[in-house]
């Protein structure tokens, strides 16, 4: 840790380059200065003047391949990307967990307070006793939950937690599938790995408490995905089939001279109010792998499915059926996508991009709500893509779905021309050009972790 007033200084002249430049690239380095100096000064005015400060940077995601295949325990391609949440963290002595995030009201959660009473009160870990770390029905979806739900991990793991304050600022578009609240998890979660455990938890330790603060804290049914790529950045191929321990292998991949770019594009539709139809992928995909006896559909042979199909549709319907369809089918796709990054087939990948897309169309159905089958406006993304493409590219649902995103991969001849299209018809600012991110969640000015 540094004091304040001496990062500002030498974010300012440059001598954090070396630093920022790995992160975010040599283009964008008088942005990122001016975003951390705006945040260090922040973070000044809301918890006081020379504290000694650690800064924090963790990536979002994109799904490239893999639409609801992590939770059944498949396989996924997935990269992070160069647009990130930074946060700015001083140790505090009052045993209070304090979390401001840029436009919102502040989190606080007492983790530790001194009992000098009865000595059975105490915990043990020592001279204390731990507050506030039970989930709160209230608190459900909201970033509160996230960071109670990552302390008390870390206390179930015998690890002593301590007060801290933390502003946090994101250029992470929300809404758009890209998982902020994932790259929120890791950032508290490393944050809380150096100033508890002094760095020794890995990457996917990391991420797995994320998870663990998401499923049971936010509520939310998701995967490891979102978090391990994260962590880890770069182009990733999970294989989830052993929940215990992931086979994550970094693809080498350099999309940037590939000739293509990655675009995301936002319907126009709020993503929140879908929860219950995202759900529902979770809840149908797994009726069919109980109906083989098994947790997930990684379990489930798939010539067995086939044979039995028409018993499966009587129990568990046929939109079940062709969810599970679908995640047999993406589940081999998302390792074709890998393997033909490895060996630079670009055509071929874009192949199975576009099959991705029209698989997560027809047979997961996650593009608009039967209950309001008036409402498209995915699926007029996902038709304006295909217009102003015509056969060139690939683009495909991205994410959970629903009210979400479309993502693109666009030749670079057209991109200019792909934008106007897109934010002519559905609103400025609507396309997003995204590079990859290489490096996971970092302490800048510190080591990576």
């Not at 983790?111 to 915990?123: A, G, R, T």
């Not at 979102?226 to 191929?237: C, E, F, K, R, V």
């Not at 067995?304 to 079940?320: H, N, Q, S």
């Not at 192949?351 to 997560?360: A, F, L, P, R, Y």
Request: hydrophobic share 35%.
């Amino acid at each position: 840790m540094r004091n304040l007033n001496d990062v500002l200084r030498d974010i300012g002249s440059g001598t954090y380059d070396e630093e920022l430049e790995p992160i975010y690239g040599a283009e964008s380095l008088p942005y990122q200065r001016q975003r951390l100096i705006r945040a260090l000064n922040d973070f000044e005015n809301e918890f006081g003047t020379d504290r000694y400060i650690s800064i924090f940077s963790a990536p979002a995601r994109t799904e490239i391949c893999g639409n609801h295949t992590d939770h059944q325990l498949g396989n996924v391609l997935s990269a992070g990307v160069g647009v990130d949440i930074i946060g700015i963290v001083s140790p505090n002595n009052d045993g209070v967990i304090r979390v401001k995030s840029k436009g919102l009201p502040m989190d606080e959660i007492a983790v530790s307070l001194k009992i000098k009473s009865d000595p059975q009160e105490y915990s043990p870990l020592g001279n204390f006793v731990i507050a506030d770390l039970d989930p709160y029905p209230s608190e459900e979806y909201k970033s509160i939950s996230l960071i109670r739900g990552i302390a008390a991990r870390f206390y179930l793991m015998g690890i002593e937690l301590k007060g801290f304050d933390c502003y946090t600022t994101s250029d992470i578009v929300s809404g758009v599938g890209l998982s902020s609240s994932g790259a929120f998890e890791i950032l508290i979660a490393s944050i809380m790995n150096s100033l508890f455990a002094d760095g020794s938890i890995s990457p996917q330790g990391i991420a797995e408490i994320g998870k663990f603060a998401e499923n049971y804290y936010y509520k939310k049914p998701c995967g490891l995905m979102d978090q391990l790529t994260s962590a880890i950045g770069g182009l990733l191929w999970i294989d989830f089939y052993d929940s215990d321990m992931p086979f994550i292998t970094k693809v080498d991949f350099d999309l940037e001279n590939s000739g293509y770019s990655l675009c995301i594009i936002e319907s126009g539709a709020a993503g929140g109010v879908y929860e219950k139809e995202y759900k529902s992928i979770h809840k149908e995909m797994m009726s069919v792998a109980n109906f083989f006896g098994k947790n997930v559909l990684s379990r489930v042979d798939e010539n067995e499915f086939l044979t039995y199909i028409d018993d499966v549709r009587k129990r568990c319907g046929d939109r079940a059926v062709l969810r599970a369809w679908h995640f047999f089918e993406e589940d081999k796709r998302a390792v074709k996508c890998a393997r033909c990054l490895q060996k630079k087939k670009m055509p071929e990948f874009l192949s199975e991009i576009s099959k991705s897309g029209k698989s997560s169309f027809m047979y997961l159905q996650n593009v608009y709500t039967s209950e309001n089958a008036a409402s498209q406006p995915l699926s007029v993304a996902l038709a304006l893509c295909d217009h102003i493409l015509d056969g060139r590219g690939a683009f495909r649902v991205h994410g959970g779905g629903f009210g979400g995103t479309v993502q693109a991969f666009v030749p670079n001849d057209m991109l200019d021309d792909f934008r106007n299209g897109i934010e002519k018809r559905l609103g400025e600012g609507k396309c997003h050009t995204l590079k990859i991110r290489h490096r996971g969640c970092a302490e800048i000015g510190g080591k990576y972790v």
